[in-house]
Antibody
Framework: EVQLLESGGGLIQPGGSLRLSCAAS????????MTWVRQAPGKGLEWVSI????????YYTDSVRGRFTISRDNSENTLYLQMNSLRADDTAVYYC????????????????WGQGTLVTVSS | SYELTQPLSVSVAQGQTARITCEGN??????VHWYQQKTGQAPLLVIY???DRPSGIPERFSGSNSGNTATLTINRAQAGDEADYHC??????????FGGGTKLTVL
């Protein structure tokens, strides 16, 4: 059974940094792209970033490019999201999810998802 | 930029058919995926590539996609189907785009 478990969320002041982690199990981690999707309170889903299985291909949504960095440690089956220069509008539940198609990164969809970790940016 | 438009809410009587739309420019040329999200839970994939159903998803859930509209259809709606439903497409420039989500109420 595929399992994804996010951690690292919390309350952080504007301008601060936070690193999210997503521990994966139940599948061959380095065969699949992994993604982060966020959901602001009471809002819809917003795709944030994706990384290919080998870690060499990454994409970001415009609002986080240059501030967030996605990475992965295939030896530890863990996905990361380093978030810098955090703003109030980054407040959201952050989900990690596994891409379905392998080995492609693009034109993919995501299943399953982790339970999410809440990031609150506030002074 | 590519945008997907969903109705904010859809209501359906228990046992009847619910249809949730996702509108986008020439969305019929894209693969559309649908997620169900119950309160406090992570999204769950219910339809992928317009009309394919993952294992474990009831046959009551189906999808279609043509022209500028993709549709998620839920036959014989049940109280347990109450949730937010989100459509997702991949766009070659923006990468992944979600619709705003639709709240389904089963009366």
């Amino acid at each position: 059974e595929v399992q994804l478990l996010e951690s690292g969320g919390g309350l952080i002041q504007p301008g601060g940094s936070l690193r999210l982690s997503c521990a994966a199990s139940g599948f061959t981690f380095n065969n699949y792209a992994m993604t982060w999707v966020r959901q602001a309170p009471g809002k819809g889903l917003e795709w944030v970033s994706i990384i290919g299985g080998r870690g060499t291909t990454t994409y970001y949504t415009d609002s986080v490019r240059g501030r967030f960095t996605i990475s992965r440690d295939n030896s530890e089956n863990t996905l990361y999201l380093q978030m810098n220069s955090l703003r109030a509008d980054d407040t959201a539940v952050y989900y990690c999810a596994k891409a379905v198609r392998t080995p492609t990164v693009t034109d993919n969809w995501f299943d399953p998802w982790g339970q999410g970790t809440l990031v609150t940016v506030s002074s | 930029s590519y945008e997907l438009t969903q109705p904010l809410s859809v209501s359906v009587a228990q046992g009847q058919t619910a249809r949730i739309t996702c509108e986008g420019n020439n969305i019929g040329n894209k693969n559309v995926h649908w997620y169900q999200q119950k309160t406090g839970q992570a999204p769950l994939l219910v339809i992928y590539r317009d009309s394919d159903r993952p294992s474990g998803i009831p046959e009551r859930f189906s999808g279609s996609n043509s022209g500028n509209t993709a549709t998620l259809t839920i036959n014989r709606a049940q109280a347990g189907d109450e949730a937010d439903y989100h459509c997702l497409v991949w766009d070659s420039r923006l990468h992944w785009v979600f619709g705003g989500g639709t709240k389904l109420t089963v009366l």
